[in-house]
């Protein structure tokens, strides 16, 4: 029985990965991470505005629309950057030598600048691959959709001339047409999409008319829009890898995921709430669970539930989601009481 799967080109014992986190910054978590089963770790990312800060060598304040919106609640005002470019690549040698498994770096933008030019250091540092964190915010009511896709695909294309590392994009699913989009990614040389960056979830206190920063961390419910995508995504014979995150929580979750189509799945929340070495239990009961469904690889239980092979397809597509809610019948007794 094999676990052992291919990502970015990467050959990896499992499909469990941790995902960009804080749990990437000390040495002590990343070796729990390994030992406890980990194939893989993404490390944080190192942002666009860091490196411009540091390129600027002075700034008072984040100028540009933030590139990553969910750890922009991790700065406090002005903004207090957690990493400059010296030390991340520092970081990234020191994980290199101090572990086993693959390294992959993430850099975090969204302008087609000179920042993009440390996924060559990122390479010197010896990172293993690269995750390209490109969430752009689409805010501006003078650009187009059009006008960012070409923005993501030029940054591409860019880092892919000036680096040979392996290269992930991780985008967020607000796309009107994803399996176009990955597919030009995949033209100017992506080798992975991971699928998908979480929305920061601003709350609005109604009291003090204020947003709370506060980061919450997913749950499982998250994950089936993640596992549509990736059934889409795998049915169409793509040549990227895939990799979910977003709401992988349980062993169920690893489950679905591979066979919506996943190569990796990647993991933070699960792993924050319950500690580096839930991965391991994972890892345990996914071996567990395809010894008892006799799956004798992850290869042949990847997709086995995606759009091209599922047994019902329509099951993913607009008329079942018509058939749904005409079928759904309004039953007063069922009524929450508070309300
Ligand atoms: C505290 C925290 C820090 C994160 N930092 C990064 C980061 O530096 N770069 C990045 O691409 N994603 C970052 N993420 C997003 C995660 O990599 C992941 O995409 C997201 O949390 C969804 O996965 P989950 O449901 O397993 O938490 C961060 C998430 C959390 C909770």
Known sequence: MKTSVTYLGLPLSSPLIAGA???????????????????????????????KQRQRETITSLDEAPAFEESQSFFTEPPMLSYGPDAY???????????????????????????????????????????????????????????????LISIIRHIR???GLPLAVKISPQFTALANLASQMEAVGARGLVMFNRFFQPEIDIENLSIQRKLKLSTSAELPPRLAWLSVMSGTGTGLSLSVSGGVHTGEDVIRSIMSGADTVQLVSALIK???????????????????????SIDAMRGSMNLAR?????AYLRVNYMNMLHSWKYDPSAQDAEA
């Open 89 to 151: 690549l520092e970081h990234v040698r020191k994980v290199k030598e101090a572990l086993g498994i693959p390294v992959i770096a993430s850099l975090n933008g969204t302008s087609n600048d000179s920042w993009v030019n440390y996924a060559r250091q990122i390479e010197e540092a010896g990172a293993d691959a690269l995750e390209l964190n490109l969430n752009i915010f689409a805010a501006n009511p003078h650009e187009t959709s059009t006008s960012i896709e070409q923005r």
């Open 21 to 51: 986190s804080p749990l990437g910054q000390e040495l002590d978590t990343l070796k729990r991470l390994e030992d406890s089963g980990a194939a893989a770790v993404v490390l944080p990312s190192l942002f666009e505005e860091e490196i």
């Open 274 to 296: 319950k500690g580096p070495e839930y991965i391991g239990f994972l890892k345990a009961g996914l071996t567990r669970w395809m010894e008892e469904h006799e799956y004798a």
């Open 161 to 163: 001339s000036g680096c």
């Open 310 to 314: 599922c047994p019902d397809p329509s």
